[in-house]
């Protein structure tokens, strides 16, 4: 991919890259919509990866070309706002620019190469702006640190797109560990990485929702809706994770739907997050598997961020005997992760088997097949520069 990436700047561009970076996509294997509410989350890198290589430009100008859509764009970053994926990297620019690491004349040339599929829940642009951020302070001679990265590739995505995203994505994509999933307290940014027993299948049900951006936004509204009442209550409330669970009733009473709901979701699954991760730390997949099915049930009912492709997935993945199996990233379409215990499910059938009936189902009920694939937790952002 990295390959990739300068093969394309060079056939585009003509000169070869001086810096080259990549970052995974990631799998969350639970703790959803914790992130933005100062939750923990307990994501794992995925082996596909976005790459960027890049090269000086003149002042203030980004070029750009990616394999995303195969189009070449000239922008000047510093003037009016871009637009599509081009956004994401005047972002990483500014933010870049604004702590001192932006290349000479902030210009850049630079080449997308990326098999992170977009729209999918697999937090394609956290590849791509922590690839774009690494590479591009790379050029700058300026090395910045994974939570740096992290940092600026956040701000890119939240501040200057205008996604209400959490950090979940831009930190697994810059410091995650192969073999690991990397519990993360989204609120302290404490972050512990985790050995990761049983085996992960990521079934893409192909259902992009194009609205995911606008979903989310509306969430995130909503709940800052509901810690605006709750301070009521207990005015020292800073996050919506922070709620103490056996205060359910006061918050029950509290809030009207749909608040009741979203806020029932977030402390819930706050508490399964950070319970998942102490089975898994001592290996107890199975446990860990029915954590995996509530968060899906809450996500369904309570958050509403599922989809019939979705649901039908989590169905199939039980009744072939996964150890667990929910919906993964923002949601409204998009994967599901399947979790297998050592060779084999609950009842003994293997991977294949599994992934055979999940793929019946899906095709009996939708008419296509799902892709199904096995994901071997991979690591965080590396590159170097070129010549
Ligand atoms: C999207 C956001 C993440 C997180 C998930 C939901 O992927 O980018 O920060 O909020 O949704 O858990």
Not at 211 to 232: H, M, S
Not at 240 to 266: N, T
Request: hydrophobic share 45%.
């Amino acid at each position: 991919m990295r390959h990739n990436a300068s093969a394309l700047f060079r056939a585009t561009f003509g000169v070869a890259p001086r810096a080259a970076a990549s970052a995974p996509g990631r799998v969350n294997l639970i703790g959803e919509h914790t992130d933005y509410n100062g939750g923990p989350v307990l994501p794992v890198a995925t082996p596909l990866r976005t790459t960027v290589a890049v090269g000086p430009a003149d002042a203030g100008v980004l070029e750009l070309i990616s394999t995303l859509d195969g189009e070449r764009a000239r922008i000047d970053w510093r003037e009016g706002r871009a637009t599509g994926w081009s956004a994401y990297l005047a972002g990483v620019m500014r933010e870049l620019d604004t702590v001192g690491a932006a290349p000479a004349g902030a210009g850049a040339r630079v080449a997308v190469a990326s098999d992170v599929p977009v729209g999918a829940g697999l937090a394609s642009s956290a590849a791509l702006t922590v690839a774009a951020a690494k590479a591009l302070s790379l050029l700058a001679s300026v090395r910045l640190s994974p939570r740096q990265l992290a940092g600026v590739a956040f701000r890119a995505e939240h501040d200057y797109v205008g996604v209400g995203c959490g950090i979940m994505d831009q930190m697994c994509a810059a410091l995650a560990r192969p073999g690991h999933a990397l519990l993360l307290e989204c609120a302290s940014l404490a972050a512990r990485h985790i050995p990761i027993r049983g085996r992960l299948l990521l079934v893409d049900t192909g259902t992009r929702h194009e609205l995911t951006a606008g979903a989310l936004n509306e969430r995130r509204a909503e709940c800052e809706a509901a810690v605006a009442r709750l301070k009521l209550d207990l005015p020292e409330l800073v996050w919506l994770a922070s709620w103490p669970a056996r205060w359910l009733p006061r918050l029950k009473r509290a809030l009207p739907e749909p608040l009741r709901s979203r806020a029932l979701h977030v402390v819930g699954e706050t508490a399964r997050t950070r319970f998942g991760a102490q089975l898994l730390a001592r290996g107890q997949v199975r446990r860990f598997g029915e954590l995996l099915y509530e968060s899906h049930e809450s996500c369904r009912r309570l958050y509403e961020c599922s989809a019939p492709e979705l649901d039908l997935v989590v169905a199939a993945a039980r009744r072939a005997g996964a150890l667990g199996a929910r919906l993964t990233g923002a949601g409204w379409g998009g994967a599901v992760l399947v979790l297998l215990g050592k060779g084999n499910g609950r009842t003994g059938r293997g991977e294949a088997k599994v992934a055979a009936r999940i793929r019946r189902a899906f095709a009996t009920a939708f008419g296509r097949e799902p892709s199904i694939t096995a994901v071997r937790p991979s690591g965080g952002a590396r590159g170097g520069r070129l010549g």
